[in-house]
């Protein structure tokens, strides 16, 4: 049970895109649509922005997307805002009831 | 509403146990599975393992094989999370955490730091 790959660091300009990869392999992130994106602020519990690869839970903002290809998930912010600066996580099932973390990812608003 | 309250910080001697609790309400205890997910100091979300409250049913990450115990008092509400032999690199907030579907997760404990040091 292998860390998800993510970049360590993604960085954009109020009003871009970025686009966060989450790799994993074929037992985990490829064979099944049950991934989901965390964004935690320094001091702060994790909140859930995507589950099952692309819905979007009430009361999250329709910048974030979620899309999956092959072993590599990906979460899109688009209209990026000083708000979206955290850390984000994705987070795969792995099969037989377990589940595997992404190694996380630094969002910086330039 | 969803609450998870866990209990307080602990310090810890390596080679000691922990026993971290996770009291629920706001929701029908035994109809959603609870997981336990851990973060070290700087580090990253670590996923340690998931109890069925209504079965008891658990799963633990392999890395923690042998030495995690999950359990649960459907009376009270409370899921309980032990672990075992503790070393230093064990230094990390616990959270537990569930979701309207068993495979993400809505709703998080506050975190319980547990330092391990002699």
């Known amino acids: 049970q292998s860390a998800l790959t993510q970049p360590a660091s993604v960085s954009g300009s109020p009003g871009q895109s970025i686009t966060i990869s989450c790799t994993g392999t074929?037992?985990?992130?490829?064979?099944?649509?049950?991934v989901s994106w965390y964004q935690q602020h320094p001091g702060r519990v994790p909140k859930l922005m995507i589950y099952?690869?692309?819905q979007r839970p009430s009361g999250v903002s329709n910048r974030f997307s979620g899309s999956k290809s092959g072993n590599t998930a990906s979460l899109t912010i688009s209209g990026l805002q000083a708000e979206d600066e955290a850390d984000y996580y994705c987070?795969?099932?792995?099969?037989?009831?377990?589940?595997?973390f992404g190694t996380g990812t630094k969002v910086t608003v330039l | 509403q969803v609450q998870l309250v866990q209990s307080g910080a602990e310090v810890k001697m390596p080679g000691a146990s922990v026993k971290v609790s996770c009291k629920a309400s706001?929701?029908?205890?035994?109809?959603?599975?609870m997981h336990w997910v851990r973060q070290a100091p700087g580090q990253g979300l670590e996923w340690v393992g998931i109890?069925?409250?209504?079965?008891?049913?658990?799963s633990y990450a392999q890395k923690f094989q042998g030495r995690v115990t999950m359990t649960r008092d459907a009376s009270t509400s409370t899921v309980y999370m032990d672990l075992s032999s503790l070393r230093s690199e064990d230094t990390a907030v616990y959270y537990c955490?569930?979701?309207?579907?068993?495979?993400?997760?809505?709703?998080w404990g506050q975190g319980t730091l547990v330092t391990v040091s002699s």
């Open positions: 955490a569930m979701g309207e579907l068993d495979t993400s997760f809505d709703y």
């Open positions: 706001g929701y029908t205890f035994t109809s959603h599975y």
């Open positions: 109890i069925n409250p209504s079965g008891s049913g658990t």
């Open positions: 074929s037992s985990d992130v490829g064979s099944y649509n049950l």
């Open positions: 099952e690869g692309t």
């Open positions: 987070c795969s099932y792995a099969g037989s009831s377990t589940y595997v």
